[in-house]
């Protein structure tokens, strides 16, 4: 690392469901709760069902080494992308 004063990892957060307990969920490096629902998506939700780009997915967040509790609601949409490919039939149209 270049400068190893000037480096400062984001705060870690846990990530979880509402019907589990804090402890049987993730943890993530995010800015806020906000963004915690986010990279849990980015990491999770991609590998599995999808289950935000099909619908809703409700996530309970908190900082961790705080008390406060955030309840996340996280959604997501596909990207579609088009390619065409061009093959010449023939000359006299």
Request: net charge negative.
């Amino acid at each position: 690392m270049l400068y190893p004063e000037r480096h400062s990892c984001l705060p870690l957060w846990d990530v979880w469901d509402p019907e589990e307990t804090r402890e049987d969920g993730r943890q993530v490096r995010a800015f806020d709760a906000e963004n915690a629902g986010i990279e849990w998506a980015e990491d999770w939700d991609s590998g599995s069902d999808y289950a935000a780009v099909d619908g809703e997915v409700v996530k309970l967040v908190s900082e961790v080494g705080t008390t406060e509790v955030f309840r996340v609601i996280i959604t997501g949409e596909q990207t579609i992308e088009y390619h065409a490919s061009v093959v010449k039939e023939s000359d006299n149209g």
